[in-house]
């Protein structure tokens, strides 16, 4: 970015944005038109309020003008979306160009945050009053001050594509205006989100360019879908060696898939307790069958192999948390060995199939594998080899860091394994403190671990979770912001340029006034105050 | 209650295992469950299962014939109102729902003020009697009070005990409850200084006090980093020491509002003018105030405490503190005197305010720093290390004490740290040395405690987080301060919380969840 002190004056009457000649995206684009009519009031909150009134300097018009080079209005932000763009700002005019209408969305955040308000109205020359008669004046009819932009020219671009902040709504239900999504509900009525307020969701985020990624974690966390369908008729986790769990699981990803237009889905798989498997001798029994010993890692393995595969038989990349891939990473036991030679392995095979080894089948990606298994009796080969070593995660599978210990070794390890990595491990700003804690998130460097260049760029980024044991509609949003901005700066901004927490501090407080005048309920980071506080409870 | 929430409730307070029996627990009598709900427990309840239909349509709360207060009484009035909202809801909203009128079985909660003096129109105060009797039966239910102030809280006691069914349909139990406060002075310190703090949120916040029987507004109204007292005498220190001469400040009659509001709550204010340190901000509207600093020999630009050794210091405190003994009609002020050397005087600002018939209040440093203090000094212990040893101290030379030490709820961290001030108990330290062993009860030295407060400083709190950091966390301060010190049991009190804190929430303040679960009616806000 370049900045210059020439400053230009705003006035909202003869302000507007254009679409330029060359843009593909025109009037009629949803997005863009949507966006332009929300940052003009972000611009001008007074504008649409009856006071506003232009006392004193030549109204001159200022022209934005915004090419995007690509269509694509209707569609949703994804992962390869380029969120890049340049914005130039002259006398009168600014030009904002990119690739994608979502790198547009990105350029009008930055040129609404180039805009400043002066105190007490422009001192220029052309000024009809005196600066001490512009105070009186200002206060007695409550006027807007003066806007001004300066010159600059921007080039910008995310360092990571994902960047993302995980809401929980399970825990506490969030009011729509509050949200995200989610199955599971304290009550049948009033707690819900219907598949219209999904919708909802989906189209106000799209509308900014945020993508919206489900998670339907399985097979434990999932005490509330017991009351719902009822896959297992028990209630510890799911349960994973009968059929009807996975024909529960592919109709509910199928409407999943339906309902959500994202490529991602999230499946889960972390803090799966195993005490109530053990305690279930059809479990005990299916266990000894498969070979698994007293390993419940290998079982949760097996049944999360088989969700992933439905899920990329369904089109969709999924992302799982860590502990699927460390229980991949388990040493090789021997016990597996043995029940290679306990004979009859057909009569095995049998029942292994019916164990839900057809939906594994069903996944095409298998074919991608160094060794084909598109043969029965060679499935059958290799089947067991998948809890001996992480090599049978599917390769595109996402895999999701939470654990805060030893991130950096996670990171490295899977990275190696050749897997993309989403890093949420250090923003888990749920966990609150005393102080200025958005300074840790801040310091986190996600590419920082011993590995290669490839390795590095198979973090494609990470997210900020604010989990929901402690938080509902009365302190969510607080405890959000501007907390989740300091992860919000490391996702998208060149580190070297921005790991002095000192020098990002001025600007994050005036950001966070800036969230407040938007209507956001942003905490303060220190002593102070903003100029347009806070009104509400 | 719903069942799920039920289910809810209880799963929390059970430890979890991974397969979960719920089929045991919905033996429980809804009933039973919402008679837990009272927050802070009284000191005795008597409590059957026999339950009474209350009808926003033939239900009222009036004055008894006896009751030495009236329908002039607007104190009175003003409470009635406010709790039959908090019973029914906004009436003009459900107007349709009032077609389905059924009628009441209690019909009417008398009020009875038996001393000649109700006090409509006082203010409460450290004496003051906030005892009360309840009486819940068909058709009248009585609340007997000596003034108005123990009928306030018996009000809200009554308000308490009103539940829902399922059919949405106000219930209430045959009770008796015969109450009182352990303690005197159950404070929350609020600062205006650090963050500005909008009068909105500072009377939900009385609001929220009342609804937990606190009694002391402790306001922190000026500190280093601003001046929003707006003084008649000195108008230049606001205009130049708050954080906005206009929209950053309290004038007298927003000072006024605070203090009725809070009156008709029957919660004391108390405002703190900290000096000789903690006073940066007045120097922007008082020339020469301040102490200049020095580096070598020359200033450097930084200023210290108030200067001692200036006259013009002391006829302005003189000046400053009488304006003050007049704005806030409470018999106390807080001097602060905290973190600050003590090589200046402080002694004759405590002469100042004494000349203004105030008593005063003062951090423990004044006390440890060995100034002479008159004895109806109220000692604040706020350091936590060695919290029992100053307590023993303060009591020891004979003067009354309130604890803050181990509540300062602006120090947040992960997870239920209400529990934390909930298992305080105020009075574990050694007190008399010769002690009469058959009557503990005559410990003169731990009768010196006359209660705590709960403090929410404000390096990091604004009108943006403020509310739903103080409560339900503050309440647990609440119940240790009025309840019985036998009142210790932290699943019980959970269960009570939870619904308590939903019980807010559906009176309009955001207050957090203590833990997973919902409220019937969730915080519409935001």
Not at chain 1, 152 to 174: C, K, N
Not at chain 2, 262 to 274: C, H, L, N, S, Y
Not at chain 2, 330 to 353: N, R, T, W
Not at chain 2, 455 to 476: F, H, I, K, M, Q
Request: hydrophobic fraction near 40%.
């Amino acid at each position: 970015m370049q900045q210059t002190a020439d400053r230009f004056p705003l006035s909202p009457r003869l302000f507007s944005f254009n679409y330029g000649r060359d843009s593909s995206a025109q009037t009629g684009c949803s997005v863009l038109d949507a966006a332009f009519k929300r940052y003009f009031s972000i611009l001008f909150p007074e504008f649409t309020k009856d006071e506003f009134f232009d006392a004193w300097s030549e109204p001159k018009s200022f022209v934005v003008t915004v090419s995007v080079k690509s269509r694509g209005c209707d569609g949703y932000p994804d992962e390869d979306s380029d969120e890049s763009y340049n914005l130039g700002v002259g006398d009168g005019q600014a030009v904002l160009r990119s690739v994608s209408v979502w790198g547009a969305l990105r350029g009008l955040e930055s040129l609404s945050q180039l805009v400043y308000q002066d105190d007490y109205g422009s001192v220029s020359d052309s000024s009809p009053f005196n600066h001490a008669d512009e105070i009186i004046i200002a206060n007695c009819l409550n006027l807007s001050m003066q806007y001004f932009i300066n010159k600059t020219e921007i080039v910008d671009f995310p360092r990571f594509a994902y960047r993302g902040l995980l809401l929980d709504s399970s825990r506490h239900y969030l009011p729509l205006h509050a949200i995200l999504k989610t199955l599971g509900a304290f009550h049948p009525f009033t707690h819900i989100y219907t598949q219209s307020d999904v919708k909802r969701v989906i189209e106000h985020a799209r509308m900014r360019g945020i993508r919206v990624v489900p998670e339907f974690d399985s097979p434990g966390h999932t005490q509330s879908w017991g009351r719902g369908s009822v896959p297992s008729g028990t209630f510890g986790p799911l349960d994973p060696t009968v059929d009807s769990t996975y024909q529960f699981m592919e109709r509910l990803l199928k409407e999943v898939k339906i309902v959500f237009p994202d490529s991602y889905l999230h499946l889960g798989g972390d803090e799966v307790s195993f005490s109530c498997w053990q305690s279930n001798p059809n479990v005990r029994k299916f266990m000894e069958k498969m070979g698994f010993g007293k390993d419940f890692t290998k079982l949760e393995s097996f049944y999360m192999e088989s969700i992933m595969n439905l899920t990329a038989a369904l089109n969709r990349t999924s992302i799982v948390w860590q502990d699927v891939f460390d229980y991949h990473e388990r040493p090789r036991s021997r016990y597996v060995v043995e029940v290679w030679k306990q004979g009859c392995y057909l009569c095995e095979m049998r029942r292994v199939t019916k164990a839900g080894l057809k939906v594994v089948l069903a996944a095409p990606f298998y074919l991608d594998l160094p060794i084909p298994t598109h043969s029965w009796a060679r499935y059958y080969n290799v089947r067991p080899l998948a809890f001996l070593g992480d090599d049978l995660i599917p390769l595109h599978t996402v895999l999701e860091i939470w654990k805060s210990e030893h991130y950096q070794t996670e990171l490295s390890k899977m990275t190696k394994a050749g897997h993309r990595v989403l890093l949420s491990a250090p923003w888990y700003i749920n966990h609150i403190s005393y102080g200025q804690d958005w300074r840790n998130s801040y310091a986190v460097q996600p590419q920082n671990f011993s590995g290669t260049e490839e390795q590095k760029k198979l973090v494609i980024g990470g997210e900020v979770a604010m989990w929901g044991e402690y938080v509902d509609a009365t302190n969510l949003t607080p405890r959000l912001w501007p907390r989740a901005c300091a992860a919000a700066e490391r996702l998208w901004s060149n580190e070297q340029l921005t790991l002095n927490a000192d020098l990002a501090f001025p600007r994050l407080k005036e950001f966070r006034c800036e969230l407040l005048r938007r209507g956001i309920q942003a905490e303060p980071l220190f002593v102070g105050h903003c100029k347009h506080e806070y009104d509400g409870l | 209650m719903s069942a799920q929430l039920r289910f809810v409730l209880l799963l929390l307070t059970v430890t979890v295992s991974q397969c979960w029996l719920f089929g045991d627990f919905l033996g429980i009598k809804e009933k039973e469950l919402d008679e837990l709900a009272l927050w802070p427990l009284p000191q005795k309840i008597q409590s059957s299962a026999v339950s009474f239909k209350l009808s926003p349509g033939s239900f009222q709360i009036t004055h008894a014939k006896q009751s030495s207060a009236g329908p002039s009484c607007s104190l009175l009035e003003n409470a009635f109102r406010r709790y039959f909202e908090y019973i029914f809801g906004d009436l003009k909203r459900q107007e349709k729902s009032r077609k389905k009128a059924f009628d009441s079985d209690v019909v009417e909660l008398q009020v009875w003020i038996t001393s000649s003096d109700p006090e409509c129109d006082g203010y409460p105060n450290l004496q003051t009697d906030e005892s009360y009797q309840l009486s819940v039966d068909e058709p009248s239910a009585v609340l007997k009070a000596a003034n108005v102030w123990g009928a306030l809280r018996g009000l809200e006691t009554f308000s308490q005990l009103v539940y829902e069914d399922n059919y949405g349909v106000n219930n209430i139990n045959k009770t008796d409850v015969s109450d009182f406060p352990r303690f005197p002075h159950r404070g929350i310190l609020l600062d205006s200084s650090r963050h500005f703090l909008s009068l909105k949120v500072i009377l939900a916040n009385l609001e929220a006090m009342a609804m937990n029987k606190f009694n002391v507004f402790h306001w922190h109204i000026v500190d280093d980093p601003s001046f929003p007292f707006m003084s008649r005498t000195f108008p230049e220190l606001s205009q130049k020491g708050a954080y906005h001469p206009f929209t950053h400040v309290y004038t007298p009659s927003d000072v006024k509002m605070v203090i009725e509001f809070a009156r008709m709550r029957g919660i004391r204010v108390i405002p703190e003018f900290d000096t000789p340190g903690h006073t940066q901000s007045w120097g922007n509207g008082m020339k020469d105030l301040l102490t200049p600093c020095f580096s070598g020999s020359s200033p450097s630009g930084s200023f210290g405490p108030v200067n001692p050794i200036l006259n013009s210091s002391y006829e302005f405190m003189t000046q400053f503190f009488k304006e003050i003994s007049t704005v806030f009609p409470d018999a106390y002020i807080h001097l602060g005197g905290d973190e600050v050397d003590f090589s200046c005087c402080v002694h004759v600002l405590l002469d100042i305010v004494t000349a203004t018939k105030k008593g005063y209040m003062v951090w423990q440093e004044v006390f440890d720093n060995g100034v002479k203090l008159k004895s109806d000094t109220v000692v604040e212990v706020w350091i936590g290390n060695k919290m029992e040893e100053e307590l023993q101290n303060v009591t020891g030379a004979g003067f009354t004490t309130i604890l803050s030490a181990p509540w300062y709820l602006d120090w947040i961290s992960y997870g239920q740290d209400w529990q934390r001030y909930y298992k305080v108990e105020p009075l574990n330290f050694p007190g008399q040395f010769l002690r009469l062993i058959f009557f503990p009860s005559t410990d003169t030295q731990k009768k010196l405690v006359i209660g705590g407060e709960a403090c929410l400083w404000g390096e990091y709190v604004d009108a943006t987080n403020l509310t739903p950091r103080l409560w339900p966390r503050a309440s647990a301060v609440a119940e240790r301060l009025w309840s019985d010190k036998s009142v210790t049991d932290v699943g019980n009190a959970y269960t009570r919380l939870a619904q308590h804190r939903c019980r807010m929430v559906k009176r309009g303040i955001p207050a957090e969840p203590l833990f997973v679960g919902h409220c019937r009616h969730e915080y519409k806000g935001l």
